[in-house]
Nanobody, 120 residues
Framework: QVQLVESGGGLVQAGGSLRLSCAASGSIFSINDMGWYRQPPGKQRELVAA???????NYADSVKGRFTISRDNANNTVYLQMNSLEPEDTAVYYC??????????????WGQGTQVTVSS
């Protein structure tokens, strides 16, 4: 069984900061790309930021310069540092991992989501 568990969401005022964490556990052989997605109320899920195993990153235009994605490969953990938060960042944030399991299978795994609410 492979699990991705997010933490760090919450309620923050506009201009504030939050740091999300996502730890992958279980029978994992290796993790390729990891990423953060979000789903605002009434909207589709969208990519926020992604990072390769080598550390290359890409960001949605709406978060460039405000959010930073990083990862700890030794602990199968990915982070999202969110600064200068805006009400438009309010969403459920999901962690995603493209990984190989210890059983020799490959696939996309998702966390359960963590709510981020930014008040104006």
């Amino acid at each position: 069984q492979v699990q991705l568990v997010e933490s760090g969401g919450g309620l923050v005022q506009a201009g504030g900061s939050l740091r999300l964490s996502c730890a992958a556990s279980g029978s994992i052989f290796s993790i390729n790309d990891m990423g953060w997605y979000r789903q605002p109320p009434g909207k589709q899920r969208e990519l926020v930021a992604a990072i390769t195993s080598g550390g290359s990153t890409n960001y949605a235009d709406s978060v460039k310069g405000r959010f930073t994605i990083s990862r700890d490969n030794a602990n199968n953990t990915v982070y999202l540092q969110m600064n200068s938060l805006e009400p438009e960042d309010t969403a459920v944030y999901y962690c995603n991992g493209d990984l190989f399991t210890g059983w020799g299978t490959a696939g996309d795994y998702w966390g359960q989501g963590t709510q981020v609410t930014v008040s104006s």
